[in-house]
């Protein structure tokens, strides 16, 4: 039996469902004594079956709510509704790893902050006598306000050795995450379980995958008993050799080989992580000073102490110095809009303000190429629009801090055909704006986009995007416009120059992974825009963005047939987003 929506459970009002599984169906409840919200986790029908289940449950559900510690979830009440018991939780207002991983690799922050939060979580449940045995993306919550969970303590110990036609599935957890012991349905286990378990799932958020996928989950559990771990470098050689060797031990077959405890595993991946440096992203590892050094030639190495001996280090401080000045003003002169971002405002606005007058000279203008169906940019400034420059230019300079009036600069700049200028102007207005203002960014994509203005727009929507933060959820209208920005985008020769693939795939990707290769078909590999189109069907399925690139390097290779197919096939997807259907209907159109 169900619970209803609007029905009292106990004191418990149930508001909504919020998601169900295997065990348990998740309610979102109100709680008028203490006037709050709370998640409500009443466990399966079928668990009836035991007789001895809730004494069990009820045996459990007390240890689980003495846990206290930040990064669990904390447990409040438990009882039971016309036989269906349930446990009655705080209410976490976010998303879960899982979500945030479909998205695209953690940054290298992220990382840290899950294996931080969650092995202080499991660290502090051991040392209590309680395991969790079921560690995955999806029982850790990540809340709107950045906070992280551990949820689901317990479940898979309440359902353990029990007669109901459910326990004999519970017991072994997940598959992907199941430890070899576990998986053997090894009863007395200990915390090792949850510390392999805690390696897979650091091992997906460094390598980009989980060890071992099947169709079956036989096959997968074979595999964790079974199977030689696939070493994290042959997935991702970006891997560094320290981190690699932590996973290795964490994932263990044997107990005995794995860490001892939890807090053993987080202090050697962070010894790890930190020898490899900071990366940029989990999939992106740059090398730390002390490696580049081993991989210079022995030969320049034995070199440089030598005349480091012999010579004072001063002119090379001094001449290091001019040569810094030196790039900067360079990229100052060729690509400002790069530097401008990493400026203050005020400095940012500074350069503007007088860069703005020569700006206005169409000659020295040096525009972007503008996407492949906008209308190109004259080489000069039609006599009508510079009054529209003009105007926006005092308005600008009245007051240099209003984000609408460096935008309206920006737009107007664009609309008089000096495209480095309106970026650059537009890079002031981000800085203005702050990192979190999303308001700002979807408005300034939506005003590109209206210009078919592929770049900004892209820009704009991708720092919408993670204006949002961690755990953050884009609307779907959000992701569809920076989707279509970055595809309409991907052709342009430098477009890597302002939107590195590396910083998009932080963010998602899989559309990343779908604009490189466009980026690639365009500009001269085709082979390698055909890998990575491969690539991103196996990691999803069915993307539509992914189709359609495949339909047009079909169309571009002769494969007419091939490309039809899959373009009629877009136009009736009901779940494609609407630009790409529509986009899929005009690139039919003009297939011969």
Known sequence: MSFNLGENVGPYRIIEQLGQGGMATVYKAYHAALDRYVAIKALHLAFGEDQNFLT??????????????PNIVPVYDYSEHEGRPYLVMKFIEGDTLKARLAQGPLTSAEIEKVVDAIGSALAYAHKQGILHRDIKPSNVLVANDGQLYLADFGLARMAQSGESTLSSD?????????????????????????IYSLGVMMYEMVVGRVPFNADTPFSIIHDHIYSPLPLPHSINPKVPESVERVLLKALAKERS???????????????????????????????????????????????????????????FIVGG????????????VLQPDLLLPWLSPATATAIVQVQSPIAQIA??????????????????VSATRVPAVATALAQFNQ??????????????????????????????????????????FSNAGDQFKQRQAWLPAAAMYLRAVKSLGFGGKPTEDMLNNYHQALYQASVQPDMPSYLPFASLGSVEQP??????????????????????VNQVRQIRPGMPEASLLQAEMDAKNGKTFE?????????GDLNAADWVRAYAQDYLNKIP
């Not at 069990?56 to 510690?69: C, D, N, S």
């Open 321 to 332: 110095v001019l040569l810094i000045i030196g790039c900067l003003f360079v990229l100052f």
């Open 511 to 532: 559309i990343a992974m779908v604009a490189e290769a466009r980026y690639d078909f365009y500009n001269g590999d085709p082979a390698q825009a055909q890998i990575l």
């Open 257 to 315: 080989d794995r860490y001892a405890d939890v807090d053993s595993l987080v202090r050697a991946f962070k010894e790890a992580w930190t020898s490899a440096g900071i990366p940029m992203q989990g999939t992106a590892i740059t090398m730390h000073p002390a490696q580049l050094k081993a991989a210079l030639p022995a030969a320049k190495t034995v070199a440089a102490k030598s005349a480091a001996k012999k010579r004072s280090p001063w002119p």
């Open 170 to 194: 519970m017991i072994m957890g997940t598959p992907q995450y199941i430890s070899p012991e576990q998986a053997m349905g090894t009863k007395e286990l200990d915390e090792g379980t949850d």
């Open 56 to 69: 069990r449950f009820q045996r459990e559900a007390r240890l689980v709510a003495k846990l206290e510690h």
């Open 399 to 440: 007051n240099s801090t209003d984000t609408t009036a460096a935008l309206n600069l920006s737009l107007a700049y664009w609309d008089a055909g000096q495209k480095q200028q309106s970026l650059q102007v537009l890079s002031t207005a981000a800085n203005l704006a702050g990192p979190s203002n999303t308001q700002f």
């Open 563 to 571: 490309a039809r197919q899959l373009l009629q096939i877009l136009i």
């Open 363 to 380: 000659a020295t203008a040096s525009p972007l190429p503008s996407a492949t169906n906008a209308p190109s940019a004259s080489p000069t």
